[in-house]
């Protein structure tokens, strides 16, 4: 899961390093239509080659191939699957992590240009400090997990743990220059971005073991309630924008940051309660 979500983050940085040259260079204008056709072209080259393991005809160990005379998995409303122990918490985490990152996503730029006076281009290409991030902290967290046999949620909240200090001297240290800005939001990609990696193949477990299983229902419920985390922080960082300015905006994205390592440790210690986390950090 760490080493295939690098491409996500390696798209975003190519995608915003791309559109701030387009912007500096040839006008708003022209920043619209190189994403669009290699859009269309990803989207070809999908339909063509991707298919599932069956239609392929592999094999993949340890996951049988589902019998026509097997019975249909058990149907869970979507309130049922919300009152699953570890649920809310994990929708919990994943609400405050995709508001960290897509608030970082669509104001840092601003950030930078208006509050340390980058220009454009800067502004644009330096943001990517942030898909930088995630890139390495993708790939390693998932690295480590495997190799040291810690539990997932736990991992995760110590990354969180990290993620949210670097938020506050990223706060703290905003205007010491490019070196020490750098240094805070690699940190700081790394944690959310590695976080946001992992979470899927938690709620994954949850839903196949708790739901009978509906791990891709789970996943799907736990991945809505954080994108409305994405949808909620776009007017609440704008209206707190207005009010107080970024001195109200950076200390929010240290406490939601906080409460991620919170919702995961609350899921991880219910976990460890009833003897699964150890399990899974045995195998």
Not at 107 to 129: C, D, M
Not at 170 to 179: E, Q, R, S, V
Not at 197 to 226: C, D, H, Y
Not at 261 to 282: D, F, I, K, N, Y
Request: proline content about 6%.
């Amino acid at each position: 899961f760490g080493i295939v979500n690098t491409a996500t983050y390696s798209g975003g940085l190519g995608g915003t390093a791309l559109a701030a040259a387009l912007l500096d260079y040839s006008g708003w204008r022209s920043v619209g239509p190189p994403p669009a056709i290699i859009a269309l072209v990803t989207a070809a080259l999908l339909a063509a080659f991707i298919a599932t393991p069956q239609e392929r005809g592999v094999t993949v160990p340890d996951k049988a191939a589902p019998s026509k005379d097997a019975p249909p998995p058990s149907q869970s409303s979507l309130r049922e699957l919300a009152c699953l122990p570890s649920v809310p918490s994990l929708a919990a985490a994943m609400f405050c992590l995709k508001f960290v990152r897509y608030c970082l996503y669509m104001w840092l730029p601003l950030y930078l240009l208006e509050e340390l006076h980058y220009t454009k281009l800067q502004a644009g290409v330096f943001s990517t400090v942030f898909d930088l991030g995630g890139i390495l902290g993708s790939a390693l967290l998932g690295i480590y997990l495997d190799r040291s046999g810690t539990a997932p949620l736990l991992g995760v909240t110590r990354v969180m743990a990290a993620g949210c200090l670097a938020m506050a001297a990223f706060l703290l240290t905003a205007h010491w220059g490019m070196a020490a800005n750098m240094c805070c939001l690699l940190v700081v990609g790394a944690a959310n971005c590695g976080a946001d990696s992992i979470l899927p193949s938690v709620t994954m477990e949850v839903g196949e073991r708790e739901a009978g299983g509906r791990g891709a229902a789970v996943t799907s419920l736990v991945n809505g309630v954080g994108y409305l985390g994405a949808l909620v922080e776009g007017p609440l960082v704008g209206a707190l924008h207005g009010l107080v300015g970024w001195g109200g905006v950076l200390p929010l994205l240290v406490i939601v940051s906080g409460m991620v390592a919170l919702a995961t440790h609350r899921a991880g210690a219910r976990e460890e309660a009833t003897g699964v986390g150890s399990a899974a950090a045995t195998v």
